[in-house]
């Protein structure tokens, strides 16, 4: 093999063994073809839209109207006696009951309560009663049997056992009421014991889609003097006009 030294050659021959001999190394310096363009990212799936609870608009879009057999007994149609109404009647629930003038309107001292009545003491020593109206739409407030005897359960008999109690049903102008009675130790809802000498009477009355719970409470003496006016109260119920 014969070797040339570049000192010997021309300088136009050098630089053609030069450009020669970068072209010996293959596709090593040669330029690489443009990558070929990635496709586009498929769009993520749009997420489900987010279903909340109906707004107060829209429920009240869908309430029934006016005068529809629903709407008869909302209790929000329905008037409540005030301070400033009839004195000689009560009215609550569509219904009208007569009442003695004496039995003074306040304003309901517990929830469920949705009007309230102040009966007078019976004499000395004896104190105040309360006639309380609860009105309730449907089958609310549960079953009859079971808050007659939710009320019953209030009292305990003088040897604190179970008080003395009755209860009947009557037909008032095509309302069926329960009644009932009871009498002995009271213990009200937040009171710290019972107290006793005191009695009930109670009545649940049922009307077109709705119950009406009337109750007179207090000492003995005072609920005894009311009785004749209570059941004058509850037989001369009728619809307000």
Same mark, same amino acid.
Request: hydrophobic share 40%; charged share 15%.
């Given at each position: ?11 136009? #021959? #050098? ?26 990212a ?25 005068g ?26 569509? #219904?009208?009951f ?42 609310d ?60 009477l ?13 109750? #007179? ?12 006016d ?12």
């Open positions: 093999m014969t070797l040339i030294s570049t000192s010997s050659l021309p300088r136009v #021959l #050098l630089g053609t063994v030069v450009l020669a001999c970068l072209g010996c190394g293959g596709d090593a310096g040669s330029p690489k073809p443009p990558a070929a363009p990635k496709p586009p498929a769009a993520a799936p749009a997420a489900p839209p987010i279903v909340g609870p109906p707004s107060p608009d829209a429920i009240a879009a869908s309430a029934p109207a006016a529809s057999a629903s709407a008869s007994t909302d209790a929000s149609g329905w008037t409540v006696s005030t301070a400033n109404s009839d004195p000689e009647n009560a009215e609550v629930g569509g #219904l009208v007569p009442k003695p003038v004496a039995w003074a309107w306040i304003k309901p001292t517990m929830r469920f309560r949705t009007l309230q009545y102040r009966v007078p003491g019976a004499g000395e020593g004896a104190g105040p009663a309360d006639v309380v109206f609860s009105l309730f739409r449907g089958n407030g549960g079953p009859i049997d079971m808050n007659i005897d939710r009320w019953v359960g209030q009292f305990r008999g003088e040897d604190g056992g179970p008080p003395e109690s009755s209860v009947s049903i009557e037909d008032v102008g095509g309302l069926t009421i329960h009644r009932m009675q009871v009498t002995g130790a009271y213990q009200a809802m937040g009171q710290p014991a019972p107290e006793p000498g005191q009695k009930q109670g009545a649940i009355i049922q009307a077109p889609g709705r119950r009406v719970f009337v109750r #007179l409470v207090g000492p003995i003496e005072t609920v005894d003097q009311a009785s004749a209570f059941d004058a109260m509850l037989r001369g119920v009728m619809p307000a006009g």
